[in-house]
């Protein structure tokens, strides 16, 4: 009979002030005190004991904290506010939003999950949550492919409740098949204001230029994306 699985205990924390280095630690140790099940009680003390010294060790002794302090309500959000930089959640939503497939798609989701992670392990609850998947999930698309968004904006139409990680699954599944590359031509900003640009394409002047199928394609793209965002609003007001 084979004996049950070692359980790692979680990393030391050494101080690193990057917020991401942060915010790994906390989910390490959340995830180990799960899987333990250390009570709520004695978890600030166990935390504790993984951090590093003299920094961070160092830190919790001249902060005002008890050792005996409440883990999620205490001891989480001064250890938030002293190693994760003010900056760093705006930071995170700038690279989503400019974040772009510049070289094989496996390496793009894995740098977006990276950057979502961090945005919803320092989001305060799950209202925050909420508001940033569905920022996620504007992003994401308007960042994939143009193909690909296409194929997932048509997806998203056959399945009203799909969540961001079937989203995630879905783009994979049509990567493997189509092994997408990256966009070397510009495309249409999804936003309200960029979509100027694209009024003239429905001018009937005869001096205007016929439009091509894939600028259709991309016109339809950015109207799917700017609905979504106003369902988006509609659900929040």
Request: with cysteine; glycine share 4%; proline share 7%.
């Amino acid at each position: 009979m084979s004996s049950a699985a070692r359980l790692n205990p979680p990393p030391v924390f050494t101080g690193t002030r990057d917020g991401f280095s942060a915010l790994a630690w906390l989910l390490a140790v959340k995830r180990y005190f799960t899987l333990a099940k250390i009570d709520k009680a004695d978890r600030t003390p166990h935390a504790l004991s993984y951090l590093g010294t003299p920094g961070p060790a160092r830190w919790f002794d001249g902060c005002t904290l008890q050792d005996d302090c409440d883990f999620e309500t205490e001891f989480i959000p001064a250890f938030k506010k002293e190693y994760i930089p003010h900056n760093f959640s705006g930071a995170c939503r700038r690279a989503l939003t400019n974040l772009r497939m510049t070289t094989t798609f496996p390496i793009f989701l894995d740098s977006f999950k990276e950057l979502l992670g961090a945005l919803i392990g320092h989001a305060a609850d799950k209202s925050a949550k909420d508001t940033v998947n569905d920022f996620a999930q504007t992003s994401f698309i308007d960042n994939c492919p143009l193909v690909l968004q296409q194929l997932i904006e048509g997806h998203i139409l056959q399945h009203d409740n799909i969540t961001l990680a079937e989203i995630f699954q879905y783009a994979h599944e049509m990567d493997r098949i189509y092994s997408f590359k990256p966009d070397n031509t510009p495309r249409p900003n999804s936003s309200a204001i960029g979509t100027a640009s694209l009024l003239p394409s429905f001018s009937t002047s005869s001096s205007q230029p016929t439009s091509t199928p894939m600028e259709i394609d991309s016109i339809q793209v950015t109207l799917n994306n700017i609905n979504r965002r106003f369902n988006q609003l509609e659900r929040n007001m």
